[in-house]
């Protein structure tokens, strides 16, 4: 089976790209099951249920978030309804939402999804690795496919996590940092594995952002309000193919488009 993870998309040139490409992407690689990352999709920070519900409707079946799933106040009602939309695990007991979800790919076969967030220079938070310990045996009694989005800063800390999972997940996807790597691999147990999918949003920004706003914090260190920049977008993603089965990997390969 074939399974489609969008990376983080920001703000509206990052959504009009996704319900650009999304349908004709899925339709070209006869994917089963599809992942997006939208903790920035709301004006560069934050998700809404408005938005998270378009997205839904445009072809995700489960959607992943990071640190900025706070942003907007108004998600944490919709986060406590909608099951689809995911939160870092990691957080303390009491966050709103959920952190995994066993969904139904195109074939019948279910695909699970977790949602962990890393703590090298990011919020802080619980142990990822004693969570994922903890939570991914329970989800293998519902399936063998296990899908992790990782959201970290360290690019250090996503590959030990991808090796100390490799074999009992089916992928483990970094995001966060917006900036896509060239590490697309299966580990040696059948984990398939990249460090960053990259961004869905403006092209020619920093992370998304635009250039004035962040270079004008570089050059003079104050906390200079961020806007979305505006202009042509990409459309960045992975497609993990998986042994129904086994619910290992087979083959990892960037579809980068826009």
Avoid at 43 to 59: H, V
């Amino acid at each position: 089976m074939n399974i489609l993870f969008v990376g983080d998309v920001v703000g509206r040139p990052g959504r009009k790209v996704l319900y650009h490409y999304l349908r004709q992407t899925q339709e070209q690689n006869e994917v089963d099951f599809t992942i997006v990352n939208v903790e920035n999709a709301a004006g560069g920070f934050g998700i809404t249920g408005e938005i998270a519900e378009e997205i839904l409707k445009a072809g995700a079946d489960v959607l992943t978030s990071g640190n900025h799933i706070w942003d907007k106040r108004e998600v944490f009602d919709f986060l406590a309804r909608e099951p689809r939309l995911l939160r870092p695990g990691n957080y303390p007991k009491g966050a709103p939402g959920e952190f995994a979800h066993v969904g139904e790919a195109k074939t019948g076969v279910r695909v699970a999804v977790i949602n962990l967030q890393g703590r090298v220079f990011m919020p802080l938070t619980d142990c990822p690795f004693q969570f994922a310990q903890r939570e991914i045996p329970r989800l293998a009694k519902e399936t063998p496919i296990i899908v992790v989005d990782f959201h970290a800063e360290a690019t250090s800390e996503k590959m030990a996590l991808g090796w100390f999972l490799d074999g009992q997940i089916s992928a483990l996807v970094g995001t966060h940092t917006h900036i896509p790597t060239a590490d697309t691999r299966i580990l040696p147990k059948g984990t398939a594995y990249v460090s960053d999918v990259g961004m869905t949003g403006p092209y020619d920004s920093i992370i998304g952002m635009e250039v004035e706003g962040s270079l004008g914090r570089f050059l003079t260190g104050f906390p200079n309000r961020m806007e979305v920049a505006d202009g042509p977008a990409t459309f960045a993603s992975v497609l993990i193919t998986v042994d129904e089965t086994t619910g290992r990997a087979t083959a990892i390969k960037r579809i980068d488009r826009g």
